[in-house]
């Protein structure tokens, strides 16, 4: 049972700032949506069902896991919808934690993990990280009786870096099956990197791993809470036990079920983020700052000089109505986490970022 007193060591999650008093025409880079809203034919059905908001949703979901299942080629029955993917990681702490296990979180992943961990009683492991890298072997130290839970983001958010498909292989071979490894694989869409694996045979080969994904990142869909995961018949049936009735919207549903199927709109939003992720790590680079080699939608900086100049960079760029994300909350206060936005918005950050080191000098 939740009592306040477990209550009361966990911090709420601080989303990313969206407004700065005063200024009209922001640029939001602090929390990875997607630039663009969502394709013409998504608003134009958006549009159209929200004249039925009147009726309860279909309740299993039914629409999209048809598309989801098309465009991945998988079996339906292994789909869950959620209200966003961070609902999944949520029930899935709820169905597996209780006072006395123990999870463990790689150092400097999403916050989510933690906070719904410690909501369900676990003890939260952080595994050590390589300069911010997951390490592997790390984790596989930590494991012991008491590990329920092993979450691992993958590319990782904020630091956009990823596992390699061979590390993961061999990880995930020497989990003990009785262990539910959570592969949660927000920004795939992003990478086209060779030696990426998003996670999905390691579901059909192992009935311990739930890979989650989401429609709030490239798919411009945050608002509309949208997420869904990949897993075995038995996960996905205790799943639906403790899920609410109707946990995801109609309209959400209806537009999940076409963005997913805009393969050609997809393909030039990846191509717009490619462009423009590399673009900025090249100007970045030649700035006083160690600039990660994120492949998500943003890109993870530290700052040479520490918290102060991160505060102070901070306030030059909300000077310049630029929002980026700031990392005291991960206990990362010397790094931030910029998102890729328009080309125009692009622009402006590369300009605003250049003109703050240059009176750093
Ligand atoms: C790694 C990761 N997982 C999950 C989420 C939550 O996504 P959703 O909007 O589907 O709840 C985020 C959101 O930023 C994320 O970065």
């Known amino acids: 049972m939740n009592t306040q007193k477990t209550l009361k060591n966990i911090n709420p999650y601080l989303a990313g700032k969206s407004k700065i008093t005063g200024k009209k025409g922001v640029i939001k880079l602090s929390s990875n949506e997607s630039p663009f809203g969502p394709s013409a034919n998504v608003l134009a059905k958006i549009k159209t069902i929200s004249n039925s908001t009147n009726r309860y949703p279909e309740s299993g979901s039914l629409k999209l896991k048809d598309s989801i299942s098309k465009r991945y080629n998988l079996n339906k029955n292994n789909i869950f919808c959620a209200n966003g993917s961070d609902e999944i990681l949520g029930l899935i702490c709820q169905l597996y ?4 296990d123990e999870v463990i979180i790689p150092k400097n992943s999403f916050l989510m993990y933690e906070i719904y961990s410690k909501i369900n009683n676990a003890k939260v492991i952080n595994s050590k990280t390589l300069d911010y890298r997951v390490d592997t072997k790390n984790i596989l130290k930590n494991i012991n009786k008491k590990t329920k839970i092993i979450f691992i983001a993958n590319p990782n958010n904020p630091t956009g870096l990823y596992i390699d498909k061979f590390d993961l292989d061999s990880f995930i071979k020497k989990i003990p099956k009785r262990i539910i490894i959570v592969l949660d694989a927000a920004y795939a869409e992003y990478l086209n990197n060779h030696d990426y694996e998003n996670g999905m045979k390691y579901v059909r080969d192992n009935n311990n791993v739930i890979v989650t994904r ?51 709109i997809e393909k030039k939003l990846i191509a717009h983020n490619e462009k423009w992720l590399k673009k900025i790590k090249t100007e970045f680079i030649k700035l006083p700052v160690t600039v990660y080699d994120s492949q998500a939608n943003f890109i993870f900086i530290k700052l040479v000089k520490g918290v102060s100049q991160q505060k102070k960079l901070n306030k030059h760029l909300l000077s310049h109505s630029i929002i980026i994300r700031t990392l005291d909350n991960y ?6 986490r910029v998102t890729i936005g328009t080309e125009k918005e692009n622009k402006l950050l590369i300009k605003s970022f250049k003109s703050f080191f240059k009176n750093e000098k």
């Open 214 to 264: 989401t429609f709030s990142k490239i798919y411009g869909l945050a608002s509309l809470r949208l997420g869904w995961c990949y897993a075995n018949l038995e996960i996905i049936a205790l799943l639906d036990k403790i899920r609410g009735p109707f946990n995801v919207n109609s309209i959400a549903q209806e537009a999940g079920a076409i963005a997913i199927l805009e393969k050609g």
């Open 97 to 100: 934690l209780t006072k006395g």
């Open 331 to 336: 206990n990362m206060s010397d790094c931030i």
